[in-house]
């Protein structure tokens, strides 16, 4: 039987890192493209959820209402009204990872975010705000397809970085959340006509949006 010699093995040993060093993107992108896709079906079925909750409730897409800390906003709310199971999975976007412990913890401020308006700074002349309630009401909207709703979001405090239930589109207050740019440069974005979309940083733009975190945390202006 034939011995291979030390040459002939290093060799070998070479050859097969350089098509690892080759591949890895590919596999990096591949499993980047996939947690996208779950994060979109994600966001789809939370939709679906806002509707369900909006046929209840005049018709209205809930944004927060009185709570305690994060009590009030949309993610404990819908799951207080019965209309999503708290569910890590089904409510945080896989390339934000959040331990079972951390999501049991707070859960109420690590769900996907939801567009925090201000009475003061309208989207497309819709008030979203009164004493006790912060909601959408599609019909007041001029073009569904373009009034976003939920996303990919972030916040940082006292160092920690993590999935934030709100977010600002209308500044950049990195601590309240802000649109976060995990998906290749490209956050997911739930509009309420039910469609979700990556878009990128023009786009963004368009939009309305002031600014976000990149996939590195770091705060970039658009």
Request: proline letters at 4%.
């Amino acid at each position: 039987m034939k011995k291979f010699t030390l040459i002939e093995i290093l060799v070998v040993v070479a050859i097969i890192g350089i098509l690892a060093s080759l591949l890895l993107p590919s596999l990096s992108s591949a499993r980047d493209k996939s947690r996208a896709s779950v994060c979109k079906n994600n966001l789809k079925q939370i939709g679906i959820a806002a509707y369900l909750y909006a046929d209840d409730n005049e018709g209205s897409l809930i944004v927060s209402r009185p709570g305690n800390s994060h009590d009030g906003w949309w993610a404990n709310v819908m799951y207080v009204d019965g209309y999503l199971p708290i569910a890590k999975g089904a409510m945080t976007c896989p390339s934000m990872p959040v331990s079972d412990a951390e999501w049991a913890a707070s859960y109420k401020a690590r769900a996907y975010g939801v567009v925090r308006d201000k009475y003061s700074n309208q989207r497309d002349g819709v008030n979203m705000e009164t004493t006790d309630l912060r909601f959408v009401n599609p019909p007041e909207v001029e073009s569904a397809s373009e009034f976003f709703h939920y996303a990919d979001s972030a916040a940082k405090w006292n160092g920690e970085f993590y999935q934030a239930v709100a977010f600002w589109w209308d500044r950049f207050q990195a601590t309240q959340g802000s649109i976060h740019l995990r998906h290749d440069n490209r956050p997911n974005v739930w509009f309420i006509d039910g469609h979700v979309q990556g878009h990128s940083i023009g786009s963004l733009g368009q939009l309305g949006f002031h600014g976000g975190w990149t996939k590195d945390q770091v705060q970039l202006p658009f």
